[in-house]
């Protein structure tokens, strides 16, 4: 992971990572873009599959995070729809009747680096529960530098695999 910076205001939280990964653009899109590998990498996410695609052909997702800020535990649904550009970039953009987030836009970048792919993720995302505003970015920011080089080593080595 090169850098993560992570920043609340007015209610709502904004993250914004770049990793390089020692993996093909192609592969490592596809694992992306695949929501039911998702707890295969990611040991917030409890549970995650790809749903029917949407009346207009756009894929369509639900993920179930379980997380905690100190005391404060609980689990959260999302559930969103998919655009997508080959190669290039996913936007996921959840929908807030059906989720536990007025607002949760999620965006990876892809980009051929230095014979691996480049990946700036983005999100901005607003609960609907309440979270500490003061302990919240700090616990999110600290979670994702101790456990996202993880998550990030489980993400490369699945596309490894798929790229071969």
């Known amino acids: 992971m090169r850098s993560v910076d992570v920043d609340y205001r007015d209610g709502r939280y904004f993250l914004r990572s770049d990793a390089w990964f020692d993996a093909e653009l192609e592969a490592l899109y596809a694992v992306f873009l695949d929501y039911d590998l998702s707890t295969q990498f990611s040991g917030a996410i409890a549970e995650s599959r790809n749903l029917e695609p949407a009346a207009d052909g756009r894929p369509r997702f639900y993920i179930r995070n379980e997380g905690c800020v100190l005391f404060f535990c609980r689990s959260f649904e999302r559930y969103g729809i998919v655009d997508h550009e080959p190669y290039e970039y996913i936007q996921a953009t959840i929908d807030p009747e059906t989720s ?65």
């Open 100 to 164: 536990d987030f007025l607002l949760s836009d999620e965006r990876w970048e892809f980009e051929r680096e230095a014979g691996g792919t480049l990946v700036t993720y983005s999100i901005e995302f607003e609960p609907k529960f309440w979270v500490p505003p003061l302990i919240g970015p700090y616990v999110i920011l600290h979670k994702l530098r101790d456990r996202g080089g993880d998550a990030l080593d489980r993400i490369e080595v699945i596309a490894q695999e798929r790229g071969q």
